[in-house]
């Protein structure tokens, strides 16, 4: 398993205790009180930029142009920029060689597989992020075979309920897992605390 602890930040605050703990910062930036000067979410381990609107979980009720080129001109201090799958091509295009976390959601239900599979296939970023909300335990399936069919995937389940899919997913391949602090900033995320001592002992099982 060669995957990295990510820990979502809704402060500098935050981006300072998770240094101490984490492999990667995911910058929330729709989460922060105001947007910061660009060059401070460079920091010493590797970052993701993110800013989620509304429809995707987050808090963005801005203009989505401008969003995007926000996004864009924080790319410049980031690893991985993470765009929403809903995009147009040339969007993907804008950020040359940054590498794209492509996302897709689902607040409510999971999808069939085979559109999971097509949004798979048709990924225009470096990695794809698939998280959808869980209902039975069928949906568990789906997000193992997409696990297990594909590269570059990071599929769970949401809800506190399906929360261990988070670590099934990892353990699966998963090239992050996505943690807290403590309080989530999605539903059913786990604390990284939580996450690594998980980890640590179902890999020495």
Known sequence: MRGSFVVSVRSFAEASQALKVADVIEFRLDLF????????????????????????????EGDEDERIELLWKYSRNADYVDLESRLDDDVFLKFGKTKVIE??????????????????????????KIAVMGQEKEDVLKIVRLMTDYENVIAFLMGRKFSYTRILSFILGAPFIYCSLSSAVAPGQIDIYTAKKVVKMLCRT
């Open 33 to 60: 009180q105001n947007f910061p000067e660009y060059e401070r979410i460079k920091t010493e381990k590797q970052n993701i930029v993110t800013i989620r609107t509304k429809q995707d979980g987050g808090r963005y």
């Open 103 to 128: 996302s897709y959601h689902d607040f409510i239900k999971t999808p069939e597989y085979e559109k999971l599979r097509d949004i798979v296939e048709g990924k225009r970023g470096d990695y794809i």
